[in-house]
């Protein structure tokens, strides 16, 4: 069965502290690997899409690379507003996006 | 920026009542999904729909739910009898194309079933 495996459950950061989000997968032909950022109330937003191990994308103070096993969302020198839960999805079969239970990211001023 | 839209941002209904829970996708995009999130836990996978069919059904999405698109803009799902495990956030999302496509989603709707 597929499966999506977030680490830590909660990350509390300080202003201009780097750190990274783990996501680990187990899918049977991984078509897609995704990260999306959830604000309490409020529904997943689309941040990245990953197709294959070793590719990468950047966006402002993310970083999100994958590998076979794995994705790392990794956030440099995060300010307050980069607090929300990080969610991950990996898509295998057709429709169904399987979704971690997400790291809720604090950020201190 | 185009948005999925949902409406209404929350309901409350009694037990063993209809609702039915509305969606207005992005324009261009050809695949709706509906998805929920129980408090404190995982969004989870409940119907695809594409070319005014489901496509792929999870097993949570039993004979109480249905899907509609009674228009070209709007994308519905209906809870005939709800129950008090149904109460979640549900969303819907939409995306251009499938399988390895981002999807986009809406803000939800909040169903509370007293």
């Known amino acids: 069965e597929d499966q999506v495996t977030q680490s830590p459950e909660a990350l509390r950061l300080q202003e201009g502290e780097s750190s990274s989000l783990n996501c680990s997968y187990t899918?049977?032909?991984?078509?897609?690997l995704f990260w999306y950022r959830q604000d309490p109330g409020k529904g997943p937003e689309f941040l990245f899409t990953?197709?294959?191990a070793g590719e990468e994308k950047e966006k402002e103070r993310l970083k999100a690379t994958l590998t076979k096993k794995e994705s790392f969302l990794h956030i440099t020198a995060p300010k307050p507003e980069d607090s929300a839960t990080y969610l991950c999805?990996?898509?295998?079969?057709?429709?169904?996006?399987?979704f971690g239970a997400g790291t809720r990211l604090t950020v201190k001023p | 920026e185009p948005e999925v839209t949902q409406t209404p941002s929350h309901q409350v209904t009694q037990m063993g009542q209809e609702v039915i829970l509305r969606c207005v996708p992005i324009s261009n995009h050809l695949y709706f999904y509906w998805y929920r999130q129980i408090l404190g836990q995982k969004v989870e996978f409940l119907v695809s729909f594409y070319n005014n069919e489901i496509s792929e059904k999870s097993e949570i999405f039993d004979d109480q739910f249905s899907v509609e698109r009674p228009d070209g803009s709007n994308f519905t799902l209906k809870i005939r009898s709800t129950k008090l495990e149904d109460s979640a956030m549900y969303f819907c999302?939409?995306?251009?194309?499938?399988?390895?496509?981002?999807?986009?989603f809406g803000n939800g709707t909040r169903l509370t079933v007293t």
């Open positions: 999805a990996v898509q295998a079969r057709k429709d169904d996006m399987r």
């Open positions: 899918v049977s032909g991984l078509r897609g």
């Open positions: 999302a939409s995306g251009i194309g499938r399988g390895h496509s981002p999807l986009h």
């Open positions: 990953l197709y294959s």
